[in-house]
């Protein structure tokens, strides 16, 4: 069977060179990067190495890279992290309604022990809107949590112009970058950004790390304790392969970034013009040009997302409907309802993810099988009339 | 999601799809868990369900469900059909995953709505 | 240059078996677990065998695992999230002062936020005492946590005592295996701990991974936020390479820790005995029966540690002073120190560990190459009269 | 630790090493961040310091500094020799890991109190 791999928001593979570069860290270059001798030693360079290229990828200094398990815990970090150590000067956060559960989920926690969290709604493209931050500043926010782009709906936020705001207050600013970087430009200081998550695995790099970066003089709490590693941010034994994995993927991430783009808008375009072509009551959800350049998402009226899944992956396709880590869950995406859209449309989510490795073929496959399949489920739906 | 073979079947080769011409009951239930909807059509002579339909707005295992349902009611009478729960169609799927257990609440609702119906419309 | 690697319990290699495991799921088999598609249920399903070979290791049940990034984030996980999800019940926490820092720096940090924390004593072979643990419960007792061996001396803790204890008194007991697990049999009902910490990176699995054992009915909070992975007791997208590698190397210590056990305990002995013989004024740290078959250390008086240990890299050794990550602090270890040790004969430290491919020759390697070293440093050293 | 060759090579051959016979100043003092003990005795003749060992018990960076001051000073004068500060040990040694900057500190204080012996012993 024809195989067609569509779900890179959820998860890439590890590039070749990548691998190549972290195989030797499989095996002889074992050492424990906090040990005195010369194994540890070897594994302390390629984790400074490693930390050059990741904070290169996002115009960082590497001394403001700290090394997670990946975007979530640095989710979690920048959030907590930062609500913790600057408590004493207020308890506000602002954030989006339409946020990673991660970072959702870090404020609902926050809700929990006192601070209070203004969620902010979004357009129907699922953009945030800058003079409502504005808005809902107070003299007792501490943090803005807005995130690049959308892992969902792909919609780039004006994360910028936010950074304007946050800095005019002296506001911490994190971005959950997590779908942005790597696949557009990111670059801290104009996006005026004092948080920054980054995860390997969305940009062809392990699974398992991530990276946190953190301003120099942002105040920012630990939450994990233990030995001394990343600056005493954050413990425990480093993920010597992961590490450098990521560190070659951003490197080469950084000097593809242009070109693909180039080319995976196209295909994208290909695809969602080819998709509203052939299938009748389709909505594209997100914004139709401020979106990554390898995301296209849509909701088929009448149909539900897992039948329609399960139907793709019989064929081959492998596609999510909203988000990978709540694929298991019955709620429709907290995502496509904070856009305004109708629970039972929410239902019918279909994201698809394109990377490096699709072609065009790839493409006209998915617009060759999905119509049937949109059709033989919509004929036993109730829904439509 | 792991389904069993029988689940993947009926899935994807549902039975009676569709609704039942000259239908005198019909069911439709909204699962309050997933949002999800299925409607049975039947047709009822003699206390007996001649002829049963279903469409189903849901996930696999909602589908296969329903299908599920109407071939173990057709041609059965209301008492018999009325006893059959939701375990049992499940059962009759080989299982469901655990997560998915609420799906088969639909088809035994859907069902037992569309037998009150006709025997709301014929009392 | 001849080298010898003899600091396992800061890392291992990983073995051949164990990458031969992970790398499909380095290659093709890519998915995201949690996805539904064709890739991302061979990836589960990857997890769930791991998770299986884990439990195995520890005699639990595979529901009873949650991975982690590693032994720090078990540790923090373990206790942090168990005093959190007790506190209701009483603000008191039993432990013993020659814990890891992951489990320390834990205690110290509840402390910080109104958690009593009782730091018991050990012997002067580094061993609690089960009727000062006994003599510390009160009725706020909610949690103990007493490693079962230590990393820097080896002494292996009489956890199964304290586990009837605990057990009497409806206690939540936790404790830190990372690095007996493999070692020596771990059997958590025969321990009797509802709570225990693995970290895969010290029996020749990958870096980066762990896991924290969770019996059944174990009140736990999670300390991140997001999706709903391991039973939302840790979300994040899983590291399925890294715990496919950690399942492996699980069941092969499983499966030969009997014999190597023997066979390091002899090379051990030969080490230590070796060691006395050569070099006066050692002082053997740890108990000499109650300890890890791989576990040498010992104290070199008049010398300090730096000095040793680069002077056996300069030899193409690899030993450590205390643990590795707090290898680059000043102080001496808070271990040593707590089993009544002077300041200058702790800063004497030196760990040998040994693993699976050291040989007689290497241990041979070492017993003439260093009292050279020794006599060569002490000759310099001033407190040496 | 990632130390220069030049550390290396005065940690592996240090030079001045022991207890000058006849001296006539002791420095002995300890680094109170790591406990780290350093001992310099001096001959010192017409305020010149004609000769100087030291002993010391500490990492390789102390070693190295203690090592390296000695040559620095030996045959100088003692207002010169006072004049040599740890930035200028470390500097010597073609740096130190910035974490290890305070061992300079020891061999800076020995050498001081060393003299400052010689000349409590002398006045
Ligand atoms: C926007 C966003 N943030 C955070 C995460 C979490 O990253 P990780 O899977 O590395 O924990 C993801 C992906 O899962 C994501 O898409
Ligand atoms: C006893 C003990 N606990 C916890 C840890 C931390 O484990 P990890 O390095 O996987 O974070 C270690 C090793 O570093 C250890 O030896
Ligand atoms: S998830 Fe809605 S019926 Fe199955
Ligand atoms: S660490 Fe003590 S003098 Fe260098």
């Known amino acids: 069977m024809r195989r067609v791999y569509l779900d890179h928001s959820a998860t890439t593979p590890i590039r070749p060179e990548v691998l190549e570069a972290m195989l030797p860290y499989l095996r002889e270059r074992y050492g424990n990067p906090s040990s005195l001798h010369h194994w540890g030693q070897e594994a302390k360079k390629a984790v400074e190495q490693a930390r050059e290229a990741v904070a290169a990828l996002i115009s960082a200094r590497p001394e403001e890279i700290v090394f997670t398990s990946g975007g979530t815990e640095a989710d979690n970090l920048a959030v907590i992290g930062a609500a913790y150590a600057n408590a004493a000067k207020g308890r506000h956060i602002i954030t989006s309604s339409i946020e990673h559960h991660a970072v959702l989920d870090s404020m609902q926690y926050l809700e929990r022990q006192g601070f209070k969290v203004t969620f902010l709604p979004v357009t129907a493209e699922g953009l945030v809107q800058v003079d409502e931050v504005g808005a809902a500043i107070t003299p007792e926010t501490i943090l803005i949590s807005i995130m690049h782009a959308n892992n969902e709906v792909g919609t780039v936020q004006p994360v910028a112009l936010i950074g304007q705001l946050a800095k005019e207050k002296g506001i911490i600013l994190h971005s959950d970058a997590v779908q942005s970087a790597g696949k557009i430009p990111v670059d801290v200081d104009e996006l005026g950004v004092d948080l920054l998550t980054l995860s390997a695995h969305k940009i062809y790099g392990p699974k398992g790390v991530g990276a946190l970066y953190v301003r120099k003089g942002t105040r920012l709490d630990p939450i994990f304790h233990g030995g001394a590693q990343e600056r005493k941010r954050r413990p425990g034994t480093e993920n010597t392969p992961g590490i450098v994995g990521f560190g070659r993927a951003a490197a080469l991430a950084k000097q593809e970034m242009a070109t693909e783009a180039r080319r995976l808008a196209a295909l994208r375009d290909r695809l969602l013009d080819g998709l509203i072509k052939r299938i009748p009551d389709l909505v594209i959800t997100g914004h139709r040009e401020k979106r990554l350049p390898n995301h296209a998402s849509v909701c088929v009226k009448y149909v539900e997302g897992e039948s329609l899944l399960l139907s793709l992956d019989l064929q081959g396709v492998a596609a999510s409907s909203g988000s990978a880590c709540t694929s298991g869950s019955l709620e429709p995406s907290h995502v496509l309802l904070a856009m305004g859209l109708p629970h039972e449309v929410a239902q019918g989510s279909l994201r698809l993810t394109l990377g490096r490795e699709n072609k065009e073929a790839d493409v006209d496959y998915v617009l060759e099988i999905l119509p049937p399949i949109v059709e033989r489920l919509r004929a036993m739906s109730p829904l439509r009339c | ?123």
Chains 1, 3 share one sequence.
């Open chain 2, 1 to 123: 999601m792991s389904y069993s073979d029988k689940v993947m079947d009926h899935f994807m080769n549902p039975r009676n799809v569709g609704e039942v011409e000259n239908a005198n009951g019909i069911g439709q239930v909204g699962n309050p868990l997933c949002g999800d909807v299925m409607r049975i059509s039947v047709r009822i002579e003699n206390d007996v369900i001649k002829d049963i339909k279903f469409k189903t707005f849901g996930c696999a295992a909602a589908i296969a469900t329903s299908s599920m349902i109407t071939e173990m009611v057709k041609g059965k009478a209301l008492e018999e059909a009325l006893r059959v729960s939701n375990r049992a169609v499940a059962q009759a799927l080989d299982g469901l995953p655990a997560q998915k257990m609420h799906c088969s609440n639909l088809a035994a609702e859907a069902l037992k709505k569309a037998i009150q119906d006709y025997l709301a419309r014929h009392s």
